[in-house]
């Protein structure tokens, strides 16, 4: 349900140096979700009235994933002026003039704190009689974090920025959490006044409770039970700890739900990813972005599956798949390499070293191992002898081989494409099959074989491989 007087301000326009990135740091993936898609997704959650994302640096990549995860939100172009204060103000500014409710201000790189935790939030703020109410948090390391000083009836006299700060306040405990309500008219009132006379030069949205106090208006501060709730994203060390914490909340999720993981420490399963019960994850899989596995199935050890759908208690293993669709009781691998468009039918078997690409391999039929299949459409019940090539590629174009129903390839064939093998067929070992094979026919290479007797005497005298054969009687 929408919230008619709630709108939601998230704070997206920094640009991240400490992540040392040519990505945007909002744009870093965590479970498979861009950060800031973190954070829209719990504004949406939120059910408010308006959703603005206040943008800046490389604003079209993230306006892209903005219009992509909340298409409903107003983007807002932050101008020349720096600070977390004239982002706010900006973003208040292109409310309706008669919206007269609360704005909720979200950072873009605060990923995990969750709709749950700011519904309690916002209750509490709208329980009480504040102007405005800011989260905070007691970390183990308050280091960069603007400290929260309290009057002595213990609401909020003011916020001080690490390098504002003097020695008594940067040893307070308590930090800001960089999460904020306020009401709207408090916000229309304070915001232009807010001076850049401090060490950065910026117009600091903290600097509005000590507005607000100097008003009369009270300013609530909450503490959140769980620091990592609030924890910024602001360098690849921070974006690991993040990746890790919500990892293990996602496969915990999953175990209670009926999968099992031998080994948390080394699953990781992306959010997007849907897991049926009795599910089987071994030691050393990833499992990301939209990858369905269903009842029954074990995957891993040491398998990654991107975008994947694999069917009831299919078994796959030390396998790497992309875009890939495992039929029901399928087996594939150990070291086996599944490209986009793979296809693998009900009882079918793609085996160890073999390498798969846009091709359908149908119900009940194998590919054992040692091959590359591309490009190729393999009917029922059909073996694929070890060593098995399908030459797709002329070196201009990509040309489609079909095998047909209960056919039996020999060990070592190459299938020169366009080629089709009819049902039924048989094929020789060492065959290159340049032309179609009729259905019920044997294909093989004629040229015979031929033995020179006398060659290694001849060619290689005084070798070991000479000696071998004159001591044997055949020189």
């Not at 056919?407 to 065959?431: E, K, L, M, Q």
Request: charged share 20%; hydrophobic share 45%; proline share 4%.
């Amino acid at each position: 349900m929408t919230d008619a007087r709630l709108a939601i301000v998230i704070l997206a326009a920094g640009q991240g140096t400490r992540m040392r990135s040519a990505t945007p740091k909002l744009l870093h993936s965590l479970a498979g979700i861009p950060i800031v898609g973190h954070v829209l997704a719990t504004a949406e959650a939120l059910g408010a009235a308006y959703t603005i994302a206040v943008v800046r640096h490389e604003r079209d990549r993230v306006v892209a994933v903005v219009d992509a995860a909340l298409p409903g939100a107003t983007v807002v172009d932050q101008d020349d002026l720096p600070g977390t204060g004239r982002a706010v103000e900006q973003a208040v500014g292109a409310l309706p003039a008669d919206f007269d409710g609360d704005v909720l201000v979200l950072n873009g790189d605060v990923p995990l704190l969750d709709a749950q935790t700011l519904t309690g939030f916002l209750a509490a703020h709208r329980a009480g009689a504040s102007a405005a109410s800011l989260l905070t948090m007691t970390p183990d390391d308050t280091t960069g974090y603007g400290r929260i000083v309290r009057r002595s009836d213990g609401s909020v006299d003011r916020i001080v920025e690490q390098k504002d700060a003097d020695p008594d306040e940067l040893a307070l405990t308590e930090v800001n959490a960089g999460i904020y309500l306020f009401g709207v008219a408090a916000l229309r009132d304070h915001l232009a006044g807010l001076s850049i006379d401090n060490a950065q030069g910026e117009k600091y949205l903290t600097d509005m409770v000590a507005a607000l106090r100097a008003a009369g208006s009270d300013v609530v501060g909450v503490p959140v039970s769980e620091p990592w709730l609030v924890a910024g994203i602001n360098d690849r060390a921070q974006l690991s700890e993040a990746a890790a914490r919500l990892n293990a909340m996602i496969v915990r999720g999953w175990q209670l739900a009926g999968v099992t993981v031998q080994d948390p420490a080394t699953t990781w399963i992306d959010l997007a990813v849907t897991l049926a019960p009795d599910v089987e994850i071994l030691p050393g899989t990833q499992l990301k972005g939209a990858t369905k596995v269903e009842t029954g199935a074990v995957i891993g050890p040491d398998t990654t599956l991107v975008d994947c759908e694999i069917g009831e208690r299919a078994v796959v293993k030390r396998t790497d798949g992309t875009l890939a669709v495992i039929g029901a009781d399928a087996s594939v691998g150990p070291f086996a390499y599944l490209r986009p468009g793979t296809i693998l039918g009900v009882h079918g078997k793609i085996g160890t070293f073999v390498e798969t690409k846009n091709s359908t391999i149908g119900d009940g039929s194998k590919v054992p191992h040692l091959s590359y299949i591309g490009d190729t459409t393999v009917g029922t019940g059909s073996n694929v002898g070890a060593g098995t090539i399908t030459a797709n590629y002329d070196g201009v174009n990509k040309h489609k081989t079909v095998v047909g129903s209960h056919v039996r390839s020999g060990s070592h064939n190459v299938f020169v494409a366009p080629v089709r093998i009819g049902d039924g067929a048989y094929t020789a070992a060492g065959t290159v099959v340049r032309k179609d094979v009729p259905p019920g026919s044997l294909a093989l290479s004629v040229a015979p074989q031929r033995n020179i007797e006398g060659w290694v005497a001849a060619n290689r005298a005084g070798t070991d491989a000479a000696r071998a054969a004159a001591e044997s009687g055949n020189s």
